[in-house]
């Protein structure tokens, strides 16, 4: 590995391997911790093929990993215990930028903040869509299958992405899409090609090593506009979520972003023994509850782009579709300003109401402003997907509450109040984030206990975590196991045709090569 990309970037000593922990893990310092035995950064893709190749005749399993953190998803930490990381941090090229077609082309190693220089520092009318927080990768993001916060075309960043280069497991350097026509001039603008599309499989998959990837960007709108919907009854929930299903479908807002401001109530133990109940408490007691506080029940944020006229025009068409639909919401309007937007409103400190929206992310400009929400030593990330359904929702509260009613050190994340998260344009997603304790092994087992009781208790009811550490992607991908775990057998079939050595990212996603596989 020295010889392969010189002796100062293999890295082995405990003090060098430090930041290739998973610094939120609840299993620190304890015999399941997953450690690398080393860390090497390659420069270019012909390093990354020579370590690969060097991998591959002694048996050696790499786990590549891009520029970012990745908190609460098991960080830089690999599946098998000992693997060498294949850290692509200096594989940091903005490798093309195109205003007029709206696109990017750039190495794992760029992060958010750096595409974001990139665009403002040439000028360009384009806008990124960014995740929490800006120090993550576009390629190491979206190939977790990472979300955002503008429009629905942009949040999804894999779905976004548009032709990508592969290191295979020989060594063999393969690009997907138009890539792989040479002279093409729409690599980054139609991500098919001619024949099956392999892209999907280096998603949280374990085939090859991507160094290259296309984004589509946001042209940046000339204006933004807000807009605040409180709704008065709990069961008004239903019908607000299917308006706001329409208008995001059309593509008419930005992410609806849902609350209740009955949250605020926790802090009473009266509301928060009625918020948790076993069983689920009554609509009628949790009106009763918003009505004597006076709160609404529910709210969500509507953001709009486009043209100033445009987003006028969406503002009125969300407020006359809501009010027919749900006569007893009120709908108030917010801020609207020319895009890009100054310091100050970026802070989102104007509202005339109080707001969910992270402004930052809402207008694709990177920051790290979401490290305000760690507690203690960190946090695990459990995010099920469900329908895009007031009832889905009123159904996984009463659930997952009652399923993690024990743990009861933990926050109630589940509860009356709990709302849904819209960052994937058609799903909905819950959040269960429990927090870590270096100093507490007791406390932290306890933690894992609940996050494989959630895993499991979701999956009966057909909820699907979208993401996992690699602790916890071997329980995820045993819930997925329709027809006898037919996708899984196909992965493992794959994985042993494409990678027999079984080097790359054994065991990530759930996809074990044959000399892994304990079953």
Request: charge should be neutral; hydrophobic fraction near 40%; proline fraction near 8%.
């Amino acid at each position: 590995m020295r010889q392969a990309v010189g002796a100062d970037w293999v890295f082995a000593s405990d003090e060098d391997l430090g930041p290739y922990r998973d610094s939120f893990s609840p299993v620190w310092d304890t015999q399941h911790e997953r450690l690398a035995s080393a860390a090497v950064a390659p420069a270019d893709v012909a390093q990354v093929s020579s370590i690969v190749r060097i991998a591959g005749r002694l048996g050696i399993p790499l786990f590549p990993i891009s520029t970012g953190k990745n908190f609460g998803y098991g960080g830089p930490s690999p599946n098998v215990h000992g693997s060498v990381i294949v850290d692509l941090k200096r594989m940091d090229k903005v490798l093309e930028v195109d205003e007029a077609r709206a696109f990017a082309l750039v190495e794992p190693g760029v992060s958010y903040f750096d595409l974001y220089r990139a665009i403002e520092e040439r000028g360009l009318r384009l806008m990124i869509d960014c995740p929490d927080p800006g120090w993550g990768s576009p390629i190491g993001n979206s190939l977790e299958r990472g979300i955002g916060y503008t429009m629905g075309a942009f949040r999804d960043h894999f779905g976004a992405s548009c032709g990508m280069e592969v290191v295979l497991p020989d060594g063999e350097v393969m690009r997907t899409g138009m890539g792989a026509l040479p002279g093409a001039k729409t690599w980054q603008e139609y991500r098919y090609g001619f024949g099956p599309d392999p892209a999907g499989l280096f998603a949280q998959g374990n085939f090859g090593i991507v160094t290259k990837m296309g984004f589509r960007l946001y042209p940046r709108p000339d204006h933004y506009r807000t807009a605040l919907v409180t709704v008065p009854r709990r069961r008004d929930f239903v019908k607000l979520v299917e308006q706001c299903n329409i208008l995001s479908d059309a593509m008419l807002c930005g992410e609806p972003v849902y609350a209740s401001p009955l949250m605020a109530l926790m802090g009473n133990p009266a509301f928060a023994a009625l918020a948790t109940k076993k069983g689920g408490a009554s609509d009628a007691a949790l009106d009763a509850a918003a009505s004597e506080a006076g709160l609404p029940s529910w709210q969500v944020d509507l953001q709009f782009f486009g043209p100033e006229a445009t987003t006028r025009a969406n503002f009125e068409h969300a407020r006359e579709r809501i009010l027919s639909a749900i006569p007893t919401a009120t709908v108030i309007a917010g801020e609207d300003f020319p895009l890009p937007a100054t310091r100050e409103q970026l802070a989102n400190v104007a509202q005339p109401y109080r707001s969910s929206i992270r402004r930052h992310g809402a207008l694709g400009v990177p920051s790290l402003g979401i490290w305000k929400i760690v507690r203690e030593d960190g946090h695990l990330g459990f995010f099920p997907m469900l329908a895009r359904a007031g009832e889905e929702v009123f159904r996984m509260q009463r659930v997952m509450g009652d399923a993690l009613h024990e743990f009861d050190q933990l926050p109630r994340y589940f509860n009356a109040a709990s709302a849904p998260l819209h960052w994937h344009p058609h799903a909905f997603q819950m959040v269960f984030a429990p927090p870590v304790r270096r100093a507490d092994p007791a406390f932290n087992a306890m933690v894992d206990t609940a996050m494989r009781r959630a895993v499991e208790v979701a999956a009966e009811h057909g909820w699907g975590d979208y993401r996992a550490a690699p602790i916890y992607q071997d329980a995820v991908s045993d819930t997925y196991s329709f027809n006898n775990h037919a996708l899984r057998r196909f992965h493992e079939t794959l994985k042993d045709a494409i990678d027999p050595a079984g080097i790359i990212a054994p065991g990530r996603g759930g996809i074990w090569p044959q000399r892994f596989r304990k079953r």
